[in-house]
């Protein structure tokens, strides 16, 4: 049995949502050592994923979305946002973890409240574009 290249990136967006949720929930209880350890998992799995998804893309192209009819806008729609807030995410995130790990918890504090919602957003949407893309509405 054979994992595609876009299901791996899906798990990867998928593991790299669940720490990100996991730190959050941790970092509220004041479990300060667990959310670290979580949110820097959640960063090493979404580089994975980017790394994974540019050199599978570089080499493949695109997979055309096949659906028709009211779904086409509402996966456009999902995707514009998934891809700007992609484009915000992938640096803040490199900004959010240096400031934590230069002790600069304060700010790191002000723009990690800022950044959490939209890195959970872009992985979480990153796993349905999948399954809309390469599951639910394949081209026969």
């Known amino acids: 049995m054979t994992i595609s290249p876009p299901a791996i990136n899906a798990a990867l ?6 720490l990100l949720a996991a730190g959050y929930v941790c970092i509220r209880r004041r479990h300060a050592r667990w959310h670290a350890r979580l949110m820097i998992g959640a960063f090493a799995f979404s580089v994975l994923f980017l790394v994974s998804y540019v050199s599978y893309h570089a ?10 009819g009211w779904i086409r806008p509402v996966y456009f729609g999902i995707l514009l946002t998934h891809t700007v807030l992609a484009a915000f995410v992938a640096p803040g995130a490199v900004y959010v973890l240096s400031l934590a790990f230069n002790r600069r918890y304060r700010r790191h504090r002000r723009w990690a409240r800022v950044l959490v919602a939209p890195w959970l957003y872009v992985s979480a949407t990153g796993v349905l574009i999948y399954f809309m893309v390469y599951h639910w509405f394949r081209a026969s």
């Open 13 to 18: 967006n998928g593991a790299a949502a669940v």
């Open 59 to 68: 080499g493949v192209g695109h997979q055309r979305f096949a659906g028709t």
